[in-house]
């Protein structure tokens, strides 16, 4: 549905929400971030111990049930999957690992922006960067394939797991963890934060609504479309933050925030390059998982073991910086991304050669 009222309605109110949230006592800057509400639901699994970020976030339950209701209702909800979910999944863990060591998703990146977070201003061209690196695999004929279609089930996976989630967190068992202190700590209500999370998800299934995609598209096409959402959603949210005073300008004392300025340009270098290789950022996957495709659930499963092993092994950054395990991992994920690029664009380019020097030989026979 490419319609330039509904993108730029989806970003505005996704942006004048997303400061609402902060107001009812979500973490500043941190109105919807998808990356740090999967870290968080990660660790009120107790997939990670890190007692400041243990919490099932609501709103990330919002956006797939949101997606899925504007699926149903419109007739776009279709089971579609099998192509390469366990690359996918691993794609999915390096965008989790890549968003920690900046400390927030492309979504809060804007975010951080939008409430003066200067340090995030200066990680945005690493975000363009990796997006720029995986259009140029994309122009050579990377591919991880069409996704096909599959049994019912299959879409409804993702669905009935949010569905899940919701009722632990209302229920609140024993075996949940619950921060006491720290980000994880602040939330706003339960049941607005559902609300504003399925609000959310229907809008952006129906608008298409991806930061990855909005950069892609104009590096690609020229195309503006996606871009002018996102530029919506950055307008509402620095208006509302002015409005309620949350606007801080500058470089240090940002909350949830470090200063390693290089660290979080390679970091968010990984978000967007994975997003590209993936087919969508971060917030994309989950309302793709709304609308029943398995790889996306695929790559949002990857989000939250990439979320348990920077917490496990200490690698997530933190308001004091980028530690040295940190330092080592996003080398080492910058390579591997490199790697699975030129693998995966290789195979697909003899694949393809292969195709039509059979077609070729075909014709000649008949």
Not at 31 to 40: K, Q, S, T, V, Y
Not at 187 to 205: W, Y
Not at 239 to 268: C, E, K, R
Not at 272 to 290: E, S
Request: proline share 4%.
């Amino acid at each position: 549905m490419k319609d330039k009222h509904v993108i730029i309605l989806a970003g505005a109110i996704t942006g004048a929400i997303a400061v609402c949230l902060v107001l009812l006592g979500n973490p500043v800057n941190m109105g919807f971030c998808i990356a740090c509400f999967l870290r968080d639901i990660t660790g009120g699994l107790g997939l990670h111990r890190a007692a400041v970020v243990q919490y099932l976030r609501p709103e990330v339950m919002g956006l797939v049930l949101g997606a899925f209701v504007s699926a149903l209702f419109f007739r776009e909800f279709k089971s579609r999957g099998g192509s390469n979910m366990v690359l996918r999944f691993v794609l999915g863990a390096f965008m989790m690992m890549g968003a920690l060591i900046f400390l927030g998703c492309p979504l809060r990146l804007i975010l951080r922006m939008a409430g003066g977070d200067l340090t995030a201003l200066l990680a945005l061209p690493g975000y363009i960067f990796g997006i720029w690196v995986g259009t140029l695999f994309l122009k050579q004929g990377y591919t991880l394939g069409p996704a096909q279609e599959q049994n019912k089930s299959n879409a409804l996976i993702g669905p009935f797991l949010a569905l899940g989630l919701l009722l632990l967190v209302i229920a609140a068992p024993a075996f949940i963890f619950f921060s006491a202190e720290g980000p994880g700590s602040m939330k706003a209500p339960l049941f607005i934060s559902l609300g504003a999370g399925l609000l959310v998800g229907f809008l952006a299934q129906r608008s298409r609504l991806c930061t990855m995609g909005a950069f892609r598209d104009l590096i690609l096409f020229k195309d503006f479309h996606l871009f002018s959402g996102i530029a919506a959603l950055f307008v509402f949210a620095i208006a509302g933050n002015i409005l309620t005073g949350y606007f801080n300008p500058g470089f240090t004392g940002q909350p949830v925030a470090h200063t390693d300025i290089i660290w979080s340009f390679f970091g968010m270098g990984i978000v967007g390059f994975a997003a590209v290789l993936a087919g969508g950022c971060p917030l994309r996957q989950l309302i793709l998982t709304g609308e029943g495709n398995a790889d996306a659930t695929a790559t949002i499963l990857g989000t939250i073991a990439g979320a348990a092993i920077m917490h496990n092994f200490g690698w997530a950054a933190s308001p004091q910086g980028v530690a040295p395990g940190g330092q080592a991992m996003t080398v080492v994920v910058w390579i591997l991304l490199l790697i699975i690029a030129f693998a995966v664009t290789s195979q697909m380019n003899k694949t393809t050669a292969k195709k039509k020097k059979g077609d070729f030989t075909s014709t000649q026979t008949g």
